[in-house]
């Protein structure tokens, strides 16, 4: 597991989960707000626990196909406050997204960016990708600050995916490819 993310900034320590987050990790979970731009819902604890043990049992995977989701812990706390992570694009199938989600507590302190910013250093310094992308509801203006702020550009809208995936319709695809960003 040495190619996974664990690394420390000065506020934020980021590394793979490990079994011994799972309760953590399902109470921040339970925020229902949290979901307001998430294609899921708020699970119960047995079906947090097949997720959870499934972004474990991810970091074992070889190759291009992979779905890597780190925990954000603050340093001075402890405390777990969120996740970061790189992967597939379920739809576009040679994309790979970077995502972020802090808990509200954290709110409006530049963590989701701070961790968005290590995880695209990550996937172009350790994972070798020329480019990466991500994908924003038009209305979450804070994670389109995020994403703008590490030098992603609009490419266009989502429109006319397969029913699987026709959630995403009408969000905003960014990218950003290597030689753009700065570390």
Same mark, same amino acid.
């Given at each position: 597991?040495?190619?996974?993310?664990?690394?420390?900034?000065?506020?934020?320590? *980021?590394?793979?989960?490990?079994?011994?987050?799972f309760?953590?990790?399902?109470?921040?979970?339970?925020?229902?707000?949290?979901?307001?731009?998430?294609?899921?819902d708020v699970m119960n604890y047995v079906e947090y626990q097949g997720l959870f043990?499934?972004? *474990?049992?991810?970091?074992?995977?070889?190759?291009?196909?992979?779905?890597?989701?780190? #925990?954000i812990i603050l340093n001075e706390t402890n405390q777990l406050i969120g996740w970061v992570g790189v992967g597939n694009l379920d739809f576009l199938q040679d994309e790979k997204e970077i995502y972020y989600l802090v808990g509200q507590d954290h709110w409006?302190?530049?963590? #989701?960016?701070e961790a968005?910013?290590?995880?695209?250093?990550?996937?172009?310094?350790?994972?070798?990708?020329?480019r990466v992308v991500a994908k924003v509801a038009p209305e979450n203006l804070a994670s389109k600050r995020i994403i703008e702020k590490l030098?992603?550009?609009?490419?266009?809208?989502?429109?006319?995916?397969?029913e699987e995936? #026709?959630?995403?319709?009408g969000e905003l695809l960014y990218s950003l490819d290597k030689q753009d960003f700065s570390s």
């Open positions: 597991m040495n190619h996974l993310l664990d690394t420390k900034t000065d506020r934020l320590y *980021i590394r793979p989960y490990r079994t011994d987050d309760d953590k990790s399902f109470s921040l979970m339970q925020d229902k707000d949290l979901y307001r731009f998430l294609h899921f043990n499934w972004l *474990i049992q991810s970091y074992e995977s070889k190759g291009m196909d992979f779905k890597y989701s780190f #925990a409006g302190k530049g963590f #989701a960016y968005a910013q290590e995880v695209v250093n990550y996937s172009f310094n350790t994972l070798g990708l020329s030098g992603f550009k609009f490419e266009y809208e989502l429109n006319n995916l397969p995936h #026709a959630e995403c319709n």
